[in-house]
Nanobody, 117 residues
Framework: QVRLEESGGGLVQPGGSLRLSCVASGSAFSPNVMGWYRQAPGKERELVAT???????NYADSVKARFTISRDTAKKTVYLQMNSLKAEDTATYYC???????????WGQGTQVTVSS
């Protein structure tokens, strides 16, 4: 059973930075795609960024130039460096992983990011 464990959320002031991490376990293989989604209260879950093993990156327009996604395939870990954080970035951030061969998608439990002065 694939499990995703996030870490790194917290409270930060506007303009500050946070780094999220997510480790996948339960499979001998690294996910084909790993990334992050977020959900703010009263809103639908939305894409933040994804990164495939082939290097294809996809960012939401709202985070481009502020957030950077990276991954360590050998460690089955994905990171999200978030800079210049804004109040509207406040949300629960969910780690995501996809396996093409199994045609499965997996989600972490979520980590809270709160941007407030």
């Amino acid at each position: 059973q694939v499990r995703l464990e996030e870490s790194g959320g917290g409270l930060v002031q506007p303009g500050g930075s946070l780094r999220l991490s997510c480790v996948a376990s339960g499979s001998a293989f690294s996910p084909n795609v790993m990334g992050w989604y977020r959900q703010a209260p009263g809103k639908e879950r939305e894409l933040v960024a994804t990164l495939g093993t082939g290097g294809i990156v996809n960012y939401a327009d709202s985070v481009k130039a502020r957030f950077t996604i990276s991954r360590d395939t050998a460690k089955k870990t994905v990171y999200l460096q978030m800079n210049s954080l804004k109040a509207e970035d406040t949300a629960t951030y969910y780690c995501y992983a996809q396996y093409y061969l199994r045609n499965t998608n997996h989600w972490g439990q979520g980590t809270q990011v709160t941007v407030s002065s």
